[in-house]
């Protein structure tokens, strides 16, 4: 046992609790069977504790960990059901504070936090290609979407890629891996700091990146060129709508294109963002000309969705996660 305790956690140190689990930092005095209730790692861990009286802190054995102390909290507040905050999703959560409960749900095999951390993120890296609302503006959403229960930074991509693998959600891996090539090289290069652990993209994800990269940029300008191809023959672009104005719709689509191309849309990595919206308000073609191209370039953003698989080196895709 440790000669001396580290501060006791205000909250997680109960008069009736049975069992003193001594992190980095912190010391907390709970219950074994709460513990083990959730945790068969814990339950293991007490079976195997010296109880013998020079083991003992005011008559309760101690369990030491390696664990840093405000990432432990964070965890057993959750399994004492102190903090329901950090699922409830009213509120955005930092990813920091997620992959610090992720992480220690998965060393201490905690199955039901581990499964409602991978919900969350599920959502803030979608996989499903029908949510307009998400794929209008991705980056920002990731940010402060109004349903996403995550607040995540660009330099936590690569944090996120990392805690995907480690809770084996290989979709969410792929989405994160695909905003990876979106972000500046100096913040995909360097890496990110997480209290006392800095976590990197291997060589190998920085190579698919790269390389991912450049494909994206070719795909994009594929989805975009939805735009001249229809310019330029108009007549194979199929309409449910017949247009009756063929000579302004043209001439709408036009400025559309120059938009397009001072807004460096066909120059970008972003190929799977959704168009809708900026051809509706931006567009003064009619509505069997705007719907008619809105359909053909979605059909080209599945296309280079159904892609991302291969490009990430993750099969089958979409995974059955998503």
């Known amino acids: 046992m440790r000669d001396q305790l580290d501060p006791q956690h205000d909250i997680l140190w109960f008069d009736d609790g049975n069992v003193v689990v001594a992190a980095r930092g912190m010391s907390f005095k709970l219950h074994k069977s709460v513990l083990a209730l959730h945790s068969t790692v814990f339950l293991e861990l007490f079976d195997s504790l010296d109880t013998s009286e020079s083991h003992l802190h005011g008559g309760c054995p101690v369990l030491c960990v390696n664990d840093y102390g405000p990432d432990l909290a964070r965890l057993l507040l959750v399994v004492y059901g102190s903090d329901r905050r950090y699922f409830a999703r009213d509120k955005p959560l930092s ?71 480690a809770v084996r959600c290989p979709s969410v891996e792929v989405m994160a891996l695909y905003h990876c090539c979106r972000i500046g090289a100096g913040v995909l290069f360097s890496g990110v700091q997480y209290d006392d652990m800095e976590v990197e993209l291997s060589r190998e994800d920085l190579r698919t990146c790269v390389n991912a990269t450049d494909l994206l940029y070719q795909h994009n300008t594929y989805v975009m060129n939805a735009l ?95």
């Open 95 to 165: 990813f920091s504070e997620l992959r610090s409960v992720a992480l220690l749900a998965q060393k201490y095999q905690i199955e039901e936090i581990i499964s409602e951390a991978c919900a969350c993120l599920k959502i803030a890296f979608t996989a499903q290609m029908n949510d307009e609302a998400y794929w209008e503006r991705p980056a920002e959403y990731i940010r402060s979407g109004p349903t996403n229960p995550l607040w995540c930074e660009d330099r936590d991509l690569v944090g996120v890629v990392s805690l995907a693998r």
């Open 228 to 322: 001249t191809d229809m310019f330029a023959y108009p007549s194979e672009t199929p309409r449910i709508i017949p247009c009756r104005t063929s000579a302004d719709c043209k001439n709408a689509l036009g400025l559309l294109i120059a938009s397009g191309l001072q807004n460096e849309q066909f120059s970008s990595p972003r190929a799977l963002e959704c168009l809708d919206r900026w051809i509706d308000e931006q567009s003064e073609m009619c509505y069997g000309c705007r719907e008619a191209l809105k359909n053909v370039v979605n059909e080209r953003r599945k296309e280079v969705f159904d892609q991302l698989g291969a490009m990430f080196g993750v099969e089958p895709w979409p995974p059955v996660d998503s």
